[in-house]
Structures are given as structure tokens and as C-alpha cells.
């Protein structure tokens, strides 16, 4: 068990933070904004496709996707394919939505990786720049998966085939995976600090990739839902996809030891009063080294004159008459051993009117420190109200994909033809819609709390 210590604590970290960070709302965000950027994507392949392609092209996408779209559905595709005068708009829209879903997606990604290592968002520059350094990684990485897959498909491998391909996929998902995190967490990192997540990534894809062909293969209900199952399927698909990759940065963020204090949680040492005691001791030492320099200074300040320059200290007993070579019944004013008693009665009188005042002033200090108890239920107060707003707030990624994801099913569903691709256009510029929802449920939300603002006020006066 003493070896798995430090293991158990480093997971436990990893779960911690996980949680402070929200993850499964950060992904839930990046999942939509991957949904949406894949649609423009989808239409600029298209485009491309069927004047690159020709005929051939266009037979291979309606042959793939007929079965799943209504008599209807295949028609408006074939118009939209074979039509020769919409493709040259249909790639100038489809280039420009694109471009904005994949900023979208790419300041997802960076606010997500911020939240994780606890950075400030990057500017505008700054994320394009990012943006283009890892789509750039990403589509060098999917051209070397297509190309790998093709040149194992073509080699006679024989039994080996299958590991060599998945070994090849698993080298072939690092390189992809490995800029994302190099480049997102918005600070200075080490190579090596990126390996982690790294690896954790390309497995996890490579793990999701197999279960999500187990469950297509297996799910003899997945064909009857059409495109909607699809749909669902893909959004699911790319949830977890990106749960995966921020679960990867929270891994490389905790072993770099590079979490925030504020997401990882208040610190896990036993309170003691080493603290108190120590500041016990320095405020003791500060008297004592108040009141010796204080009296050294009393003490110097009148000029030494040659009578004095034997003596050690004011008040402390000069050499006796017999030491100094006087003698004692000598009728002589023995009085170069010692001050006037009127001097030390002063400095006596100024060191009493010190102590007074430092006393005074440690009586200030402790009227003006806080209750410790009263600074515990404030937090714990402040703590509540904030975790309440958290989870009000978190819910906004997956309204806005539940949204999304309704509104395009129902284009798809109950429009045809230019209708319904002027309506997916709307849904994705379209802000204003977003906004005006998320703030009706951000009012909703906030009158469904008001009773425990109510609570919270009540215990603050009665406190």
C-alpha cells in the first residue's frame, strides 16, 4: 500500500479536478460545436466532390445515403448535387461557415483547456493562430490515416494485418493528438508534458472507435430510426470524443502539477497551530526586540562624555571605589559609576508608556482579525450559492446541442429543397435565437432559486 500511495493520491487528483473543472460540460460544448462545423463541411465535400467527381461521385453519395432519407429527401439531394447553378455559391457559403464553426470549435477548445490549467483566454489572434496550427496537424493527420488504411488494405499482410493496423492507427493518433496538446493549454509547456494525454487520447479514440462499431453492428434498432438515429449516434459519438480529449488535458495539467489551487480544491493537509504558534513567537520576539532597541536608544542619547566611556549600560552598577582605585572612606562624590537616579526614573517612565502603547496595539490587531467561525459560514455560504449559480449556468452547453440538434432535424423533416438549407443557415449564423433561449432559461433558472437566495438572506440577518 505504500507504493500505491502516491498512485491512489495522483488519481484522486485527477477526479478532483475533473469534476472542479466540469469537464462534461466543456465537452458537451466542443461535441456541439464539432456537430456544427461537420454540416458546412459535409456541404463544402459535397460541392467539391460533385464537380471533381462528376456523375461517379454523385451515384457513390446517393447509394450510401438513400437508404436512410425519404423519397423526397433523395430527390432534394439529387437537385442540389446535379444542379450546376447553386454549386459555386453553395462552396463561397459553405467555405464561409465552415470558417466560422471551426473558429467556434477552436475557441471551445482553448476556453476548455484554460479552464483546465487555469489560464486567461487567449485573443483573437492568438486562437487563429492556434486554430490553424492545429487544423493543420489534424488534416495531416487524417490524410496519414487514409493513407495508411488504404496502403494496409493493399498489402498482403496476412494474420498479422489487423494488429499492424491498429498499431499503425494508434501511431498515427498521437501524431494528431500530440499538437493539440502542445499548443491548447495557452502556456509554455515541455514536450514531455504533453505525452500523457497524448497517449490517454489516442487509446480512448482508438477504445471509442471499437465500441461504436460493436454497437452499429449490434443494435438491430438503429436502421428504423433513420437519420435521426444517425444523427443522435454521431452527437453521441463526438460527446464522447471530446470527453475523452479533456480528460487527456486534465491528466497532462495534474502531472505537470500545473492545477489551479481554486479547481483542484482547498489543500488536504491537517490544520495545526504550527502558524499561530510561529506568529506567537515572532510577535513575542518583536516586543522583546522593540523594547531592547528602544532602550539602547534612550540609553544613547546623550553624548558619552570621558567619565562614561567605562560604563556598559544606564541603571547597571560602575566599578566600585576600591576597583577604581578610590578609596572608600574617602570623602570624595564617587558618581562617574552611575547615572542619576532622576535619568533612569525617565527612561523607566518612557519604557512603561511603550509597553502601554504595544499592548494597545496588539489589542487592535485582534479586535480587527475575524471570527474564525464567522469566516467558515460565510464561505460555506458564498461556496453553496456559487456550486447553485454553477450547476444553473452548466446546463447551457446542452440546451444550446439539444437545441441545435431539434432545429436541423426538424429542417431536414418538415422543409424541402432552398427552404430547408436557408433554414440550417439561419440556425447556425444565428445567435440571436440562442441568446434570447439561453436567457429565457438563465430567468428561469434564477426565479426557481429565488426561495434559496431567500434562505440565504434570512440566515446572513439572523446571523
Known amino acids: 500500500m505504500g507504493q500505491l500511495a502516491p498512485t491512489l493520491d495522483r488519481l484522486r487528483t485527477i477526479v478532483e479536478t475533473a469534476q472542479s473543472a466540469g469537464i462534461t460540460f466543456l465537452a458537451a460544448g466542443v461535441a456541439y460545436y464539432a456537430f456544427v462545423s461537420l454540416i458546412p463541411l459535409t456541404i463544402l465535400t459535397l460541392a467539391i466532390g460533385s464537380v471533381m467527381g462528376g456523375e461517379v461521385f454523385e451515384g457513390q453519395i446517393i447509394e450510401f445515403v438513400g437508404e436512410f432519407l425519404t423519397p423526397e429527401a433523395q430527390e432534394t439531394l439529387v437537385e442540389a448535387l446535379t444542379a450546376q447553378a447553386g454549386r459555386g455559391g453553395a462552396t463561397v457559403v459553405g467555405s464561409l461557415v465552415l470558417f466560422w464553426s471551426a473558429l467556434r470549435l477552436f475557441r471551445g477548445l482553448d476556453r476548455a483547456f484554460s479552464q483546465v490549467y487555469g489560464t486567461s483566454y487567449s485573443s483573437l489572434v492568438s486562437e487563429l493562430l492556434t486554430g490553424a496550427a492545429v487544423l493543420a496537424s489534424i488534416v495531416i493527420g487524417v490524410a496519414a490515416v487514409t493513407i495508411v488504411g488504404t496502403a494496409i488494405g493493399r498489402l498482403p499482410l496476412g494474420p498479422f494485418g489487423a494488429e499492424i493496423a491498429t498499431a499503425l492507427l494508434l501511431v498515427t493518433l498521437l501524431v494528431v493528438f500530440f499538437p493539440l496538446y502542445f499548443v491548447m493549454p495557452g502556456m509554455t509547456i515541455a514536450p514531455q508534458e504533453a505525452v500523457p494525454g497524448t497517449v490517454v487520447a489516442a487509446i480512448g479514440w482508438m477504445l471509442l472507435g471499437q465500441g461504436f462499431q460493436l454497437y452499429t453492428a449490434y443494435a438491430a434498432d438503429f436502421a428504423a430510426y433513420g437519420i435521426l ?59 522583546d526586540g522593540v523594547r531592547r532597541d528602544t532602550q539602547l536608544e534612550a540609553m544613547t542619547d546623550d553624548e558619552p562624555t570621558e567619565d562614561d566611556e567605562e ?68 464561505l460555506k455560504r458564498y461556496v453553496r450559492r456559487r456550486i447553485r449559480r454553477g450547476h444553473a449556468r452548466g446546463w447551457g452547453p446542452y440546451l444550446v446541442l439539444l437545441y441545435g440538434t431539434a432545429m436541423t432535424i426538424g429542417a431536414f423533416v418538415y422543409l424541402d429543397g432552398g427552404w430547408a438549407i436557408l433554414a440550417m443557415l439561419v440556425l447556425w449564423l444565428s445567435t440571436l435565437g440562442l441568446y434570447v433561449l439561453m436567457m429565457l432559461v438563465t430567468t428561469t433558472l434564477n426565479v426557481l432559486g429565488i426561495p434559496g437566495r431567500l434562505r440565504n438572506a434570512i440566515g446572513d440577518w439572523r446571523s
Open 229 to 287: 438515429g444517425g444523427v443522435l449516434l454521431l452527437l453521441t459519438w463526438l460527446y464522447f470524443g471530446a470527453l475523452i480529449v479533456m480528460v487527456g488535458a486534465v491528466i497532462n495539467a495534474v502531472m505537470a502539477e500545473d492545477v489551479v489551487e481554486e479547481l483542484v480544491g482547498p489543500d488536504k493537509r491537517q490544520p495545526d497551530n504550527r502558524e499561530e504558534t510561529a506568529t506567537g513567537q515572532d510577535r513575542q520576539l518583536q516586543r
Open 311 to 378: 560604563d556598559r549600560g544606564v541603571g547597571m552598577a560602575g566599578p566600585g571605589p576600591e576597583e577604581a582605585g578610590i578609596d572608600a572612606d574617602s570623602d570624595e562624590d564617587v558618581t562617574t559609576g552611575t547615572a542619576p537616579r532622576s535619568e533612569v526614573q525617565r527612561l523607566n517612565r518612557e519604557l512603561a508608556e511603550l509597553r502601554e502603547q504595544l499592548d494597545e496595539f496588539e489589542d487592535d490587531i485582534e479586535d480587527r482579525t475575524v471570527d474564525r467561525d464567522s469566516v467558515e459560514n460565510d
